[in-house]
């Protein structure tokens, strides 16, 4: 079956599961294929389950009319997604980065839905099956599309680009994140610096925060540039306030009253500005921006600010590069606050700088003064710093949960693998 054929069908059944526990009647199922898993074990059951279509690659579970039959299942999902993606004219937004990928896409769908009929991607689907599934959800009312790319080798984010044919796009950053993949900071942006290439390419526009001299020389030659920033830039802002949220004053280009947000940590300065800058462009009106930005509270174990008592804990969780984890340290290590308590789990995907880089972030913490530093799992672990080591997050949670902790001040921070929100779990 060719794609438009294909496409046809999806448009009478414009639901799309990969997971069966998750089907509903009508959906078409597409049968993905992984490490671990073949989806096309499922197809009947798909079917069974009020499936409309399954899609499978392997003849021998095609056994039904309803059952269809390709080369591959996930290259035909991505096909799929770019057929849709070229029966619209509206703005697609790419954003990629090393760090803030997923607040800085949040906070900017706060602002465009507020004058707009937005799609965004969902959580952190941000892959080579999140992204085209993202894609796929983009209903015939919409007028903007803020599609999240994530990636850990060269060519991913170009490809990704090749069915998402962004209008628009944004780095946040460029620091050492997936080194394993990338090989070096130089892997990095050349890796992230796909999406400027693409938009330089097609006449795109992107928006490039202007203090960053990397971002700065990548993004030469694009057609449109709208630059925002700290010191320099079109628009411009800075922290008025920092504990225990943001407070964010404009001091060029856009004209607005103070903005307290619900965010912690001052790294999180540019993914606002990106958002200002971007609902700006688009003409969302001032309050709506405002507004929409102080509305936005995190989740997920990003910068959330949790109360326990009289304990305060900045749960930042959900990932942990070495630019991440430097920056947050630094920041905790400028709040005022008394009997402040680091709990670091180990970083991921590092590859040979691992050790490396945990041996700065170990020196990083020497100096400053703490109440107490807790490090967590991986490298940590192996480097056997003059501080409290545990093995994992279970061990740490049993320490947490039985220290009598009052008037304290936590950052828990670490790797998705480690799962250190499990410290806060009853």
Known sequence: MNIEDLYRIYQQFPSIQTDTRKLKVGDLFFALKGDHFNGN????????????FAIVDE??????????????????????????????????????????????????????????????????????????????????????????????HLHEIAGYCLYCKPTHGLITNIGKAHLEGFGSIEGVKKAKGELYDFLRDNQG???????YEDLRDMSKGIPQIIRYGITDGDITGSISQNEPFLTIEMTKGVAMEKIQTQLVGDYNLPNILSAIAIGNYFNVPREKIKKAIEGYSPSNSRSQLVTRGSNHIILDAYNANPSSMTAAIENFARTHAENKILILGAMAELGRESIREHEKIISLIGQYPWKQVVLVGGDFVKLNPPVTVFENSLEAKDWFQKGDFHDSYFLIKGSRSMQMEKLLES
């Open 41 to 52: 074990q499922f197809a009947a059951q798909a079917i069974s389950q009020g499936a409309a």
């Open 205 to 211: 526009t992107a928006f490039v925060m202007w203090d």
């Open 59 to 152: 003849p021998a579970f095609a056994v039904s009319d309803k059952i269809i039959l390709v080369e591959n299942v996930l290259q035909t999902l991505q096909d799929l997604a770019k057929q849709h993606r070229e029966q619209f004219t509206i703005p697609f937004i790419a954003i990629t980065g090393s760090n803030g990928k997923t607040t800085t896409k949040e906070l900017i769908h706060a602002v465009l839905s507020s004058s707009y009929t937005t799609y965004t991607t969902e959580g952190n689907l941000n892959n080579h099956i999140g992204i085209p599934l993202t894609i796929l959800r983009v209903k015939t009312d919409a007028e903007m599309a803020v599609i999240e790319m994530g990636a850990n």
